[in-house]
């Protein structure tokens, strides 16, 4: 809001250090308040100074004025509210929405009404959730395995099939992508659709980006498969 830069890590400090000593005084745990920040900025502050000001004055109203404080009706407080939320809203992105992908638009209409009909935590965690599943489905959907025969070109001449023959009972396959287990479901489903195993496979793994656990675990069953399925063709 004031085009600089956030320091995360200050802060959790900051509100960790400040929420132990508040319990030691029966004080409850408490976060930054976005509604508070957003109206300081509005009205002109640009500075941490201007959050130590405020956070004085809080001070001063709930040390001196607090029975003054009692006689402010809450609908005028809601007002402020209000104010405050339209203010810091930034509208101009619903009408980017028809140019978004519909995945993301839903995930962003769907965090704003429960932020405005439930509460924020819950927004956030449904967001977070739901920007994960999406997540995961397009880095599965990135992942692929072409198999690679003479005619395939490569990056790199020396490991290029181009012009080369496989001999019999080999085949070569190249995986593009993130090997994760989202998308180990293609590799299972690519490698195993085969009737003729193969009894050597060659997979070419310069190309994946990531390779996790489950990843791992696919190529390890990949493996035994292969060796039982010869081990039985040989008894």
Do not use: C
């Not at 009706?73 to 930034?90: K, T, Y």
């Amino acid at each position: 809001m004031i085009e600089d830069k956030h320091d995360s890590n200050t802060e959790l400090i900051a509100q960790g250090v400040a929420n132990i000593g508040s319990a030691l005084f029966g004080g409850l745990p408490a976060t930054g308040a976005l509604a508070r920040t957003a109206a300081n900025v509005r009205s002109g502050g640009r500075t941490p100074v201007a959050g130590i000001i405020h956070a004085l004055t809080i001070l001063g109203v709930v040390l001196a004025a607090a029975p003054l404080a009692r006689f402010i009706p809450l609908p005028v407080l809601s007002a402020v509210l209000v104010d405050v939320a339209i203010r810091m809203g930034e509208w101009h992105h619903f009408a980017r929405l028809r140019r978004w992908p519909k995945s993301d638009s839903v995930v962003y209409l769907l965090t704003f009404a429960l932020t405005v009909f439930t509460d924020i935590t819950i927004a956030v965690e449904v967001g977070m959730v739901l920007a994960s599943i999406l997540f995961i489905r397009r880095i599965a959907e990135t992942t692929k395995l072409a198999t690679v025969d003479d005619r395939a070109l490569d990056y790199d001449p020396e490991h290029s099939l181009h012009g080369r023959k496989l001999p019999p009972g080999v085949a070569a396959f190249q995986l593009m992508g993130a090997l994760m287990f989202g998308a180990t479901d293609r590799l299972e489903a690519a490698l195993r659709g085969s009737s003729q195993k193969p009894r050597v496979v060659i997979l070419g793994m310069k190309r994946v980006l990531a390779l996790d656990a489950t990843g791992l675990n696919a190529l390890e069953d990949f493996h035994a498969e292969l060796r039982h399925f010869h081990a039985h063709k040989e008894l």
